[in-house]
Nanobody, 119 residues
């Protein structure tokens, strides 16, 4: 089974940037949605950025204008460029591969990478 592995997390000060990556161990259908989620301690997991199959992206309001999701279908990889980071962005970040192009459900999840933003 294909596995997803995230990397790029770390500790930064507010206003800083990080670039997360998610590498798939096998082929991911480029027509299917891939997304980034995050979960902070005591909070529910939330969708942060969604890359629809075939193009287009959607962001949760709290990250609009600061985060950019992208994918490299040749490398079977997903990225999340995070700029102007805020302490409230602190969370474990997960990438996920959807079962369709519309992000209706997810069948593959990574183990997560920790992002910590200090004020």
């Amino acid at each position: 089974q294909v596995q997803l592995v995230e990397a790029g997390g770390g500790s930064v000060q507010a206003g800083g940037s990080l670039r997360l990556s998610c590498a798939a161990s096998g082929a991911i259908d480029s027509s299917y949605c891939m997304s980034w989620f995050r979960q902070a301690p005591g909070n529910e997991r939330e969708g942060v950025a969604f890359a629809y199959g075939g193009g287009g992206a959607l962001y949760v309001d709290s990250v609009k204008g600061r985060f950019t999701i992208s994918r490299d279908n040749v490398k079977n990889s997903l990225y999340l460029q995070m700029n102007s980071l805020k302490p409230e962005d602190t969370a474990m970040y997960y990438c996920a591969a959807s079962v369709d192009r519309w992000c209706d459900g997810y069948h593959l999840w990574g183990q997560g990478t920790q992002v910590t933003v200090s004020s």
